[in-house]
């Protein structure tokens, strides 16, 4: 029995199809500007690559923020329910999850099954968002997936503003001044991870209790780090931490017959 869920994310449309002895297959697609191409070119690709087709696949939940241009999709489920879901099969020890997407920021405490207690979200603006890395890496001259790489061992140098266009200023100023790109790169993992680490104090955490770290900042060992040293906790960033989200709605499609509608929340 195979189900399929699709995560469709600002930046990254991803796709999961699971069956019974897990993930089988996934894969990632730029959104770019007609999500509802992208999602629909990204569940073809799939199911080739699978080698199934539409039939064989019992049910399909969308998620994310274009979840709702989707037309083949069985049901869809917001973000915070499915990354909950996707994170805790993905790192079965964990009761909070960190997950820092394209546009958004949350922090989700979870029960043993998946369930989301309470949960704080971060989408009025760039900061503390995969949004205000890729701005900060351009201005850096770098690619934003060799930001992590840099300066994990140089003195952070103070970015003071955590909006993107202040940001992006002090960023020019501190390269006209010399500062080296390792100690700019550190200084805007450490302006991020301040920004996460507050909305995880305001959640509540357990201290020595591993925390999951997902969605594609994840992806950025020079974050974790930075987020490690100041909540004091291991955070486990699971190798499919950008497909949570994607992995969640296919485990709801599981769970849950097509025609029963999935409830969840706001997000
Ligand atoms: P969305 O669901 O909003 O599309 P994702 O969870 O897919 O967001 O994350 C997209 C973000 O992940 C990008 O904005 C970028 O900052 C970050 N990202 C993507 N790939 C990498 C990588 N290899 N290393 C570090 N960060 C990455």
Known sequence: MFTAGIDVGSVATKVVLLNE?????????????NPRQASHEAYQE????????????????ATGYGRIV????????????????????????????????????KVIRIAPN????????????????GRFLTVLATALGVEVGELGALGREAE???IN?????????????????GVP???????????????????????GYA???????TGGVARNPGVRQALEKRLGVPLVAPELCQFSGALGAALLARERPPGRPATGHRG
């Open 207 to 213: 201290p020595g209790a591993p925390i999951a770290f």
């Open 46 to 61: 799939l199911l080739h690559r699978a080698r199934l087709d539409e039939a064989a696949v019992t049910a399909v939940v």
């Open 156 to 158: 952070p140098a103070a």
């Open 114 to 129: 998946g369930r989301v207690l309470d949960f704080v979200m971060n989408d009025k603006c760039a900061a503390g968002t």
């Open 70 to 105: 989707l037309s083949f999709a069985d049901w869809t489920a917001t973000e915070i329910t499915c990354h909950a879901r996707g994170a805790r099969y993905l790192v079965p020890e964990a009761s909070l999850v960190i997950d820092i997407g394209g546009q958004d920021s």
């Open 21 to 33: 002895n897990g993930v089988s297959y996934y894969l990632e697609r730029p959104t770019g500007w």
């Open 181 to 203: 790109k390792e100690q700019i790169a550190r200084g805007l993992h450490e302006a991020i991870a301040r920004r996460l680490a507050s909305m995880a104090k305001r959640l």
């Open 161 to 177: 503003s955590m909006c993107t266009v202040f940001a992006e200023s002090e960023v020019v100023g501190l390269l006209a001044e």
